[in-house]
Every structure is written in structure tokens, then in C-alpha cells.
T-cell receptor, first 113, second 112 residues
């Protein structure tokens, strides 16, 4: 099983729609969770961190479910500019030995006019 | 504030040539990383560093070497370039392994 798994999509949604992505992780000891977005041929950019209590930033809501070991990203009122690949990122800390984040392969979103 | 800067942005090499990619960060971050990203694939960690003078292997280290002589710089070397190393290379830095990473805008490398 991969450490971090995402549905690759593509998700094609009309402008104004609500869309949600899930990401599962295998290491129950993981402590840090993030969502990044990556535009075509560009560098990944931090979208938001994911906290245990859930957090919201404008139209974006991130949630963490430790019991089921997944994080989610909800985008409301989709804009054309939201079209990108969304990367789930987890720090699979185990006994303090890990020194890097693990990136999922990404979920591709296309918002259609 | 430049953040993470990678040079060069583009490069074409012939098989067997060597080159060095430079990554510089001005955020005083301890941790630095080199990734490669191939079409349709996610980021794969090549090497990383947890501080000046330290380096460690990532997921795909073969064919690459790195050095962190100064805290702000992380160099990635290809000793004898191979076509399989054609890729987009991203450098990133972070305060520690639990904090978000900040990426440079990438180096597009083609090896013929």
C-alpha cells in the first residue's frame, strides 16, 4: 500500500460547483498534513495546512479524519482559476526517524465554463 | 524576498556530460530537498539535507550527488547524465520536517 494515495481524477466540474477530494495515508502516527496545488509545468504551492479540528480558508475547507486515516479538501463555488492538480502531503513520522514529507501523486481538477 | 531560487531554468545535455543544479534559499531554513517530477507522476525525493554539512538519500538517489556546504545553498550534481534523468527538478526548503516546504520554480533538464 502506498503511504499516501489519491484519486488521480480527472475531475471535470462546471463553474460554481462544489467538489471534494479525499486522500488516504497509511501511517497512523503521521502528524502533519497539507494540501498543495500545482499548476501545469509550475512548482507546487502550499494551499493550506490541515488541522485536527478542520480548517477553512475562504472557499476551501480541509478536514482530517484520524480514525479512518484520510484528509479531505472541499472547494465551494469553483472558479476557472481553481483548475490545477491538488497534492496531498503527509509527514509519516515514525519514532522520529522520518525527515521528509510524502507527496501524493495528485488529483487533477478542471473547472469548465 | 526571493524565497527559493533555482538555476538554471532550462538545460539540454548530451549523454555522459556532467552538470550541477544550484538551489538557493533566503529564508534561513534548515531543511532542503531535491525532487524530480516526470510526466504523469508525482514528486520523487532524490536527496535531502537537514542542515549545513549534512545530506541524506531519498527515494531515487542513484546517479545524483548533493552537497550542502552553506546553509542557504543545496547543490545537485549529475556525474554522467543519462536519458532517464530527463525530468523537471524541483528544490524545496522548510523550517523542519513537520513544516510546509517552499519550492523553487524548477529546472527543466533534457538529456539527449
Amino acid at each position: 500500500r502506498k503511504e499516501v494515495e489519491q484519486d488521480p481524477g480527472p475531475f471535470n466540474v462546471p463553474e460554481g460547483a462544489t467538489v471534494a477530494f479525499n486522500c488516504t495515508y497509511s501511517n497512523s502516527a503521521s502528524q502533519s498534513f497539507f494540501w498543495y496545488r500545482q499548476d501545469c509545468r509550475k512548482e507546487p504551492k502550499l494551499l493550506m495546512s490541515v488541522y485536527s479540528s478542520g480548517n477553512e480558508d475562504g472557499r476551501f475547507t480541509a478536514q482530517l479524519n484520524r480514525a479512518s486515516q484520510y484528509i479531505s479538501l472541499l472547494i465551494r463555488d469553483s472558479k476557472l482559476s481553481d483548475s490545477a492538480t491538488y497534492l496531498c502531503v503527509v509527514n509519516p513520522v515514525s519514532s522520529g526517524s522520518a525527515r521528509q514529507l510524502t507527496f501524493g501523486s495528485g488529483t487533477q481538477l478542471t473547472v469548465l465554463p | 524576498n526571493a524565497g527559493v531560487t533555482q538555476t538554471p531554468k532550462f538545460r539540454v545535455l548530451k549523454t555522459g556530460q556532467s552538470m550541477t543544479l544550484l538551489c538557493a534559499q533566503d529564508m534561513n531554513h534548515e531543511y532542503m530537498y531535491w525532487y524530480r517530477q516526470d510526466p504523469g507522476m508525482g514528486l520523487r525525493l532524490i536527496h535531502y539535507s537537514v542542515g549545513e554539512g549534512t545530506t541524506a538519500k531519498g527515494e531515487v538517489p542513484d546517479g545524483y550527488n548533493v552537497s550542502r556546504l552553506k546553509k542557504q545553498n543545496f547543490l545537485l550534481g549529475l556525474e554522467s547524465a543519462a536519458p532517464s534523468q530527463t525530468s523537471v527538478y524541483f528544490c524545496a526548503s522548510g523550517r523542519n520536517f513537520n513544516q510546509p516546504q517552499h519550492f523553487g520554480d524548477g529546472t527543466r533538464l533534457s538529456i539527449l
